[in-house]
C-alpha cells in the first residue's frame, strides 16, 4: 500500500524558513516523480513543485521560485520541500504526491496523495 | 496558466442517486483529467484518469467521458461513502491546476 506521510509543518514568522519532509512507503522510491501541491485559504489547490525520480529534473511554481527548493534522498525514501523567504500568502496546508511514472510530464502526475501537513506563515 | 472551471460548487442528493459533476477547461487538454475523492482529514483519491480511466480498485458506479476541455464524472447509486468532496485536475501542462471543488452530501 503506497503510504505518504507529510511531517515538519508549523507556525514560522514572515520571512522564515521551514522543511517540510514526505516519508513515502509502499512502492520503489526512486522510480517514481513526486510532487508537492498546497491548498490555502479558499481551498484553492495549486501544484508548488516537482521532481523527476532521479532528482535531477525540478520545476516550480513562479510564485515560489527562488524561494522554495524540493529535494529527494533516495536512501531514506524522503522528499522534501525547503521553503524559504516565507510570506503570508505561503499559507496553507501542503500535500505530498507521488505520479505514475518517472517523469512528471504531460499525462502523469497526480496519482497518491499524503493527509497533509499545514503550514502558517505570520508574526 | 490553463483555468479548470468545475460546477457545480455544492450538491444535495440521496442514497441510490445518479450526479453528474462537470469541468472546463480554458484549453484544450486532450485527455489529460484526473478526478479524485477527498474526505476530511485524508488524503485525496484518485478515481479517474486520463479522462475516462477507472482507477485500480476504484468501484465501477463511478466513471468519467470527456475530452478537449469539456469533462464529466458520473456517479452511479450513490452510496453513503461517496458524500465528499470531488475535484478535477489537468496534467496536459506541469501546472497542474484543480477545479475549485464539488461538494457533494446528502439531501
Known amino acids: 500500500e503506497v503510504q505518504l506521510l507529510e511531517s515538519g509543518g508549523g507556525l514560522v514568522q514572515p520571512g522564515g524558513s521551514l522543511r517540510l519532509s514526505c516519508a513515502a512507503s509502499?512502492?520503489?522510491?526512486?522510480?517514481?516523480?513526486m510532487t508537492w501541491v498546497r491548498q490555502g485559504p479558499g481551498n484553492v489547490l495549486q501544484r508548488v513543485s516537482s521532481?523527476?525520480?532521479?532528482?535531477?529534473?525540478?520545476d516550480y511554481a513562479d510564485s515560489v521560485k527562488g524561494r522554495f527548493t524540493i529535494s529527494r534522498d533516495t536512501s531514506k525514501n524522503t522528499l522534501y520541500l525547503h521553503m524559504d523567504n516565507l510570506r503570508a500568502d505561503d499559507t496553507a496546508i501542503y500535500y505530498c504526491?507521488?505520479?505514475?511514472?518517472?517523469?512528471?510530464?504531460?499525462?502523469?502526475?497526480?496519482?497518491?496523495w499524503g493527509q497533509g501537513n499545514l503550514v502558517t506563515v505570520s508574526s | 496558466d490553463i483555468q479548470m472551471t468545475q460546477s457545480p460548487s455544492s450538491l444535495s442528493a440521496s442514497v441510490g442517486d445518479t450526479v453528474t459533476i462537470t469541468c472546463r477547461a480554458s484549453?484544450?487538454?486532450?485527455?489529460?483529467l484526473n478526478w479524485f475523492q477527498h474526505k476530511p482529514g485524508k488524503a485525496p483519491k484518485l478515481l479517474i484518469y486520463g479522462a475516462s480511466s477507472l482507477q485500480s480498485g476504484v468501484p465501477s458506479r463511478f466513471s468519467g467521458s470527456g475530452s478537449g476541455t469539456d469533462f464529466t464524472l458520473t456517479i452511479s447509486s450513490l452510496q453513503p461513502e461517496d458524500f465528499a468532496i470531488y475535484f478535477c485536475?489537468?496534467?496536459?501542462?506541469?501546472?497542474?491546476?484543480f477545479g475549485q471543488g464539488t461538494k457533494l452530501d446528502i439531501k
Open positions: 504526491a507521488r505520479c505514475r511514472g518517472f517523469d512528471f510530464w504531460s499525462g502523469s502526475c497526480i496519482e497518491y
Open positions: 521532481i523527476s525520480g532521479d532528482g535531477y529534473t525540478t
Open positions: 485536475q489537468q496534467n496536459f501542462i506541469t501546472s497542474y491546476t
Open positions: 509502499g512502492f520503489t522510491f526512486r522510480n517514481y516523480a
Open positions: 484549453q484544450t487538454i486532450s485527455s489529460h
